[in-house]
């Protein structure tokens, strides 16, 4: 079964403390990962599209890479307004206009 | 500046009560879709519609209904067949298939 797996469901790190968030999928036939931000009460916020294995992306203190079976969401130096909810999403490969969403990382940094 | 937007930011419905929640975009996209929120679920497809006046169920879409009459609008009606409908709703737009999907600011739908 197609599917989008995010790990780990929360993450506490110190100000500046560097680490990285997983996306997992099983989907055959990838037509992209996608990344967003979501902050509490707010609708998500577009990050990234990844398209192809080994394809990398950056905004300010944030990579996103890419493998045949994963995603990572590199964050460098947090600082605590990154404090936000990460989810990762896939298209449905057969249809294209359906998405698997993961259920998000919690990430709280801490001044 | 083009973007989705969502009213009533919160809402509030006493049982037995629809109520119709609205999405407009300005981004000229093709394919709009609903989404509910619950705390520690992913997010979950209500409907979508890739073109005026047809739309599809997705996973959850029971005591839902939508309408598409104009490429810019898709209003999402919370019927009293909703058992639970206290969510974060969130629509969402594509310009086609396989795109990028944006995000409106989401509404809060809370019953009474």
């Known amino acids: 079964e197609d599917q989008v797996t995010q790990s780990p469901e929360a993450l506490r790190l110190q100000e500046g403390e560097s680490s990285s968030l997983n996306c997992s999928y099983t989907?055959?036939?990838?037509?992209?990962l996608f990344w967003y931000r979501q902050d509490p009460g707010k609708g998500p916020e577009f990050l990234f599209t990844l398209y192809s294995a080994g394809e990398e992306k950056e905004k300010e203190r944030l990579k996103a890479t890419l493998t045949k079976k994963e995603s990572f969401l590199h964050i460098t130096a947090p600082k605590p307004e990154d404090s936000a909810t990460y989810l990762c999403a896939v298209p449905n490969p057969n249809t294209g206009n359906q998405f698997y969403f993961g259920t998000g990382t919690s990430l709280t940094v801490i001044p | 500046d083009g973007g989705i937007t969502q009213s009533p930011k919160y809402l509030f419905r006493k049982e037995g009560q629809n109520v119709t929640l609205s999405c407009e975009q300005n981004?000229?996209?093709?394919?709009m879709y609903w989404y509910r929120q619950d705390p520690g679920q992913g997010l979950r497809l209500i409907y979508y519609s890739q073109i005026v006046n047809d739309f599809q169920k997705g996973d959850i879409a029971e005591g839902y209904s939508v309408s598409r009459e104009k490429k810019e609008s898709f209003p999402l009606t919370v019927t009293s067949a909703q058992k639970n409908p206290t969510a974060f709703y969130l629509c969402?737009?594509?310009?086609?298939?396989?795109?990028?999907?944006?995000f409106g600011e989401g509404s809060w739908l809370t019953v009474v």
């Open positions: 969402a737009s594509t310009i086609s298939s396989g795109n990028t999907i944006y």
């Open positions: 981004l000229n996209h093709d394919a």
């Open positions: 989907v055959s036939g990838l037509r992209g």
